[in-house]
């Protein structure tokens, strides 16, 4: 029985990870913003990301 | 086999010869010692009484050795200090003369050996001695001191003294058995091989169940102690026997049941298998003769352990061993092992590593022994591991003596015997215990190493086959310059599967940061995917040692991104002016999720391996080696 559990197991953490693979699924939080304006490419400046004023951005510094 | 006659010249009773060779006979009518001469009889002497024999062997009884048939046609029976043994004279249908000693039911078949060349005087032989012969080695297993007490049939020799002589017993690891001879002038040599009951295809036996015939001496007496009836198992072989009543050690050779040692001890143990009890084992029937309980003492607390012998008149002798529970069956070895490391030993391919080195000494004894046993006798023994298996050497009196003993559960032996209730339950683990949790380990090793050949071999072929660079460009920033130092990358495609896409940013920051604000904007869909990266770079000297932090490079996978027309919208803030450049990466491989899937498939393996290896610890903590640290437990 515990042959079989590991079988499942390692089977199902390759193909998990193939999956992953195939999909590019990662864990990188990322914001995703709709409807973002055609113009940004001629005034990149006028763009800002929705998270740049809310979440208070931490700016490092040495 | 051609049988020729001749009449007895005491008796005038017919004498058969069975083999053509024979020198010697002995009349069975009046006992007379008869030499063969080249027109007669002559006789020399006179047979004193043949000892009382439970063999099933006698005179007569035909057989085959390698392929070759044999008639056995004469006896000498040999006593010494600790009991007695048979040679049996083999006359072969080629004519051929050969022995087959039955030493306690072990046997082995020799030939004289005619030029044998120089050997080593019997005082430079010790059992345990090493002797290179026939292009292999052999060990000196014993060193005995005896003489004959009895003849019968045809010998291919003349009667002669009854003196003490010398016999010395080799054995190589094969099997391979000699005797060298020491009662002539120039010693005798025999070359041969230890044989097992079966191998000699006998018959013409005495009946398997006429074994009251068969022994004509004593087979009882009374307790020369208590006055306790002691009836004789193994009347032919038995040397002590230990009164079942009242524990006196008795001599059962004599006759006249002297008492060699009185029970003076308050502890008495009960065997948990009746003296008497028959079982079966490897398809055989066995008899419990006698029992002993051995001690050994170690950092001050005494060890103790009960030994079962077990016989069968033609298979020979073995032992039952209980120690807390845990027994072994243990049988003599035809060969000796040979050593294969410091504290390793071979026996038929198999290696047995050293656990125990230690004296122990009888501390209880009952029953009946074909050698002498006394309470108090001390051997030194060493045993060697390798579970299910133990080897066992014994060192004792010039004898050095091998055995190997398999474990076997109790329930085994309750239903080998018959024996009624439940045996008791084994406490600890015990040296040649099989490692119960190591069922199935070899399968998850080997699962697992598939598993993680598999993740490499995957893991190799994404990072040769992906990651393949999709645009790359170069931007400057000076703070406080035009779009708040934000920048839009050219429009690039993204091809294929949805798949991640990774950007990588390098700089030509020094001794300073940059955050840079990232958007994969879609230029088809008008949406975006956000992420920011910090870069930052310091370096510098400090008491002389050079110091340096963070990197001038960063990278951000951006996961699930499908395939279409894409721009990099690029918002930096720093504090110095600075140059960077932005590739962009399709398809990237996620080697940390390998290395994670990798962790992840050795977890179960870490756990299966983590019981077997707290057993082995607690195997060996009984050992003269115990274990402190890494596992070298392979032995499954």
């Known amino acids: 029985m515990r042959r079989i559990l590991y079988v499942l197991y390692a089977a199902g953490l390759l193909g998990a990870l193939g999956w992953t693979e195939y999909r590019g699924w990662g864990t990188e939080p990322t914001t995703e913003a709709k409807d973002v304006p055609r113009s940004v490419r001629n005034n990149p400046g006028a763009y800002r990301p929705h998270y740049f004023y809310g979440s208070g951005r931490y700016l490092h510094g040495k | 086999m051609t049988v020729t006659t001749s009449n007895c010249p005491n008796c005038g009773g017919e004498i058969r010869f069975l083999w053509p060779g024979a020198v010697q006979t002995t009349c069975p009518y009046c006992r007379s010692i008869l030499v063969r001469t080249d027109i007669d009889l002559r006789r020399v002497g006179e047979v004193s009484t043949v000892p009382p024999s439970t063999s099933r062997i006698r005179i007569g009884a035909r057989g085959s ?42 046997y082995a078949v020799s030939f004289l050996v005619p030029d044998h060349g120089p050997l080593p005087a019997s005082d430079q ?33 003349e009667y002669w003294d009854g003196s003490d002589s010398v016999f010395v017993d080799l054995r190589a690891p094969d099997g391979r058995f000699s005797t060298i001879d020491f009662s002539d002038e120039q ?53 002590n026997v230990a009164c079942e009543s009242c524990g006196t050690v008795v001599d059962a050779t004599s006759g006249a049941a002297r008492i060699l040692q009185e029970y003076l001890g308050k502890v008495r143990v009960k065997p948990l298998i009746p003296l008497g009890t028959f079982g079966t084992l490897h398809g055989h029937k066995w008899q419990v003769i006698g029992f002993q309980q051995r001690t050994m003492r170690a950092e001050g607390h005494d060890y103790s352990w009960r030994e079962y012998l077990l016989r069968n008149p033609e298979q020979g002798y073995r032992y039952l061993t209980e120690y807390d529970g845990h027994w072994s069956d243990v049988a003599p070895l035809r060969g000796v092992p040979e050593k294969s490391g410091v504290l390793e030993m071979t026996y038929a391919g198999e290696t047995f590593k050293h656990f125990q080195t230690a004296t122990s000494r009888t501390s209880f004894v009952l029953g009946e022994f074909p050698w002498q046993v006394r309470l108090g006798d001390e051997v030194e023994g060493m045993d060697y591991v390798s579970p299910p298996r133990m080897l066992s050497r014994e060192d004792a009196d010039g004898e050095q003596t091998w055995s190997v003993g398999e474990y076997v559960t109790g329930d085994a032996v309750w239903r080998a015997f018959g024996l009624p209730g439940e045996p008791p339950k084994p406490k600890g683990v015990f ?80 001794n300073g940061w940059g955050y840079f604000d990232l958007a994969l904007i879609d230029a088809e869909h008008g949406t975006a995917k956000e992420v920011g990266r910090e870069v930052s770079y310091y370096h510098g000297m400090d008491e002389g040692e050079s110091w340096s932090e963070g990197s001038e490079h960063e990278s951000v996978t951006i996961p699930e991104v499908p395939p279409g027309r894409y721009f990099l919208r690029i918002g930096v803030e720093a504090q110095q002016p600075m140059g960077y450049t932005v590739t962009v990466k399709r398809d990237v491989p996620d080697v940390i999720a390998f290395l994670v899937v990798f962790v992840l498939l050795a977890i179960p393996w870490i756990i299966a391996e983590v019981g077997p290896y707290s057993f082995e610890v607690a195997r060996w903590a009984e050992s003269d080696h115990p274990k402190t640290s890494s596992s070298d437990d392979d032995d499954d």
């Open chain 2, 65 to 106: 050795y390698r392929g070759r048939a044999f008639t056995v046609v004469g006896r000498i029976v040999y006593e010494y200090e600790r009991g007695r043994w048979s040679e049996w004279h083999l006359g072969f249908a080629d004519g051929a003369s050969g022995w087959l000693s039955d030493a306690q039911a072990e």
């Open chain 2, 125 to 157: 032989l010790r059992a345990g001695t090493e002797l290179e012969r026939n292009g292999g080695r052999y060990q000196v297993s014993t060193v005995t001191r005896a003489h004959y007490v009895a003849v019968e049939g045809e010998l291919p020799f």
């Open chain 2, 187 to 239: 010693p005798l040599l025999y070359d041969g091989e230890v044989v097992g009951w079966d191998d000699l295809h006998l018959t013409g036996l005495a009946a398997e169940d006429d074994e009251v015939t068969r022994v004509q001496g004593t087979v009882g007496f009374n307790c020369p102690k208590c006055g306790s009836a002691i009836a004789l198992r193994d009347p032919d072989n038995t040397v």
């Open chain 2, 431 to 510: 040296a040649n215990q099989p490692n119960p949790k190591k069922a199935g380990l070899r399968w998850i090793r080997t699962a697992f190493v598939l598993s993680a050949l598999l993740l490499v071999g995957g893991c190799l072929a994404r990072v040769s086959s992906a990651g393949r660079t999709v645009t790359e460009e170069r931007f400057g920033y000076i703070p406080g310059g035009p779009a708040g130092g934000a920048v839009a990358s050219s429009e690039f495609t993204l091809d294929g599967r949805t798949s991640n896409v990774e950007v990588e940013i390098r700089t030509n920051l020094d």
